[in-house]
């Protein structure tokens, strides 16, 4: 009787609603002032309450809360600027100019998987993980019951949906997952460099590829931002989207670890000069060219300044005098 008067206490109390995106910001960089060193608890803490507010829309920062030792130095820099970005908006005399410009930066190909439609295996885990909420909701929510049909509906459809992926897979024999393994026609994606070729571990060692062509440009202008994810083993990740292509060197995750802990700056750069040099020992970057452009205009232009998004003139300002 206690077993189930506790089982009906907790189902018929709701969960608190989760923060909003600016709150969960504020929070987590609350939580990690003053930690420091080995201690993951405050990292703990403010990864569930970032998590919770913004997704994953943040992976510096969650990266940061999640190694270990965690990076809080680096973790607060970001929530820092983070914060001063939601709470004090830029403001612009020609919204639609920004707004122009806007778009020519998320045209880029870098953003191109930003923009492709959810696959249609995306939008069936996503109905089934919508389902199973919904299933979740009847046995737990405030309501503490619903209509028994509902029970059924859920479970028979969950059921059918598995039987039919099972006949489906019995009867291809093997010739679905060769046609899903088939390389289609035509160009790809740029985004799939990274996702299913190049920056996909298991494509990499199953084609025994040695070297890829990969450009990097840094968000931060300082040594983390160029290195930070391009030679840290810690980034690569199994199932593809990996920056970092080819660099497993654990002394060069030391490296980094103490190059953003340490707070002086003359030494801090130093650090970087060494994990690069140490980079080069290892021959598993080459670097390839830097392009160097030169701009020729004429004397008659006005408004004529370099576009920090495409390292060239920003041709929508230019004028006449």
């Known amino acids: 009787m206690c077993l189930l008067l506790l089982v009906h206490a907790n189902a018929v109390a709701d969960p608190p609603p989760p923060p909003t995106y600016a709150d969960a910001v504020q929070q987590a960089y609350d939580m990690l002032q003053g930690a420091s060193g ?38 607060r820099n970001r929530l820092a600027a983070l914060l001063k970005a939601l709470l004090e908006p830029v403001k612009t005399s020609d919204p639609e100019l920004a707004r122009q410009r806007l778009h020519d930066v998320m045209s880029m190909s870098r953003y191109d998987a930003l923009h492709r439609p ?74 799939d460099y990274f996702a299913q070729f190049c920056g996909n571990p298991p494509f990499v060692r199953a084609n025994n590829l040695g070297l890829c062509t990969n450009g990097w440009q840094a968000d931060w202008n300082d040594g983390f931002g160029m290195l930070s994810q391009i030679v840290d083993s810690r980034v690569i990740k199994e199932t593809g989207g990996s920056s970092n292509m080819s660099v497993r060197i654990p002394e060069i995750d030391t490296m980094l670890d103490q190059a953003v802990a340490e707070t002086d700056k003359s030494k801090r750069e130093a650090l970087w000069g060494q994990i690069d040099k140490r980079v080069m020992e290892e021959a598993v970057i080459y ?35």
């Open 287 to 321: 670097p390839g060219l830097y392009a160097k452009s030169l701009l020729v205009r004429g004397k008659d232009l006005t408004n004529v300044f370099v576009s920090q998004a495409y390292g060239m003139y920003d041709y929508l300002s230019i004028g006449l005098s």
């Open 38 to 75: 080995s201690d993951t608890i405050p990292a703990g803490a403010a990864l569930r309450v970032l998590v919770a507010g913004t997704g994953g829309s943040q992976p510096e920062i969650i990266a940061d809360l999640r190694a270990r030792p965690p990076l809080y130095d680096d973790a």
């Open 118 to 191: 959810p696959s249609p295996i995306d939008r069936f885990v996503q109905w089934m993980q919508d389902r199973i909420r919904a299933l979740l909701r009847l046995l737990f929510g405030s309501s503490g019951g619903g209509p028994q049909l509902a029970w059924w509906y859920y479970l028979a459809g969950i059921a059918v949906v598995t039987a039919v992926a099972f006949v489906l897979f019995r009867a291809s024999r093997g010739r679905f997952t060769a046609s899903v393994g088939a390389e289609p026609d035509g160009p790809r994606p740029a985004g």
